[in-house]
């Protein structure tokens, strides 16, 4: 039973895109692994981007800075 866990910053993404993550994922299993796709776990984390540090600062800041 694979299980895999996507994070990403909390900016935005679709109900939508979300869906496709899990499908695009779910199919890589399946093509690469032969996974069974109904017993492949795919968990999308939203981590607000005050929680998310690249190189010792907040991408808060980070996103700030590149504006």
């Known amino acids: ?3 895999v866990n996507i994070k990403i910053t909390k ?3 679709t109900d939508e895109q979300k869906k496709r993550l899990m499908a695009g994922v779910t ?7 032969n996974k ?8 999308i984390d939203e981590v607000e981007t ?11 800041e980070l996103r700030k800075i590149s504006q």
């Open 27 to 33: 199919q890589l299993l399946v093509d690469v692994l």
């Open 50 to 60: 005050d929680n998310w540090g690249i190189g010792g600062v907040p991408v808060t």
């Open 36 to 43: 069974n796709p109904n017993t492949t776990i795919v968990v």
């Open 1 to 3: 039973m694979p299980y």
């Open 11 to 13: 900016e935005g993404a």
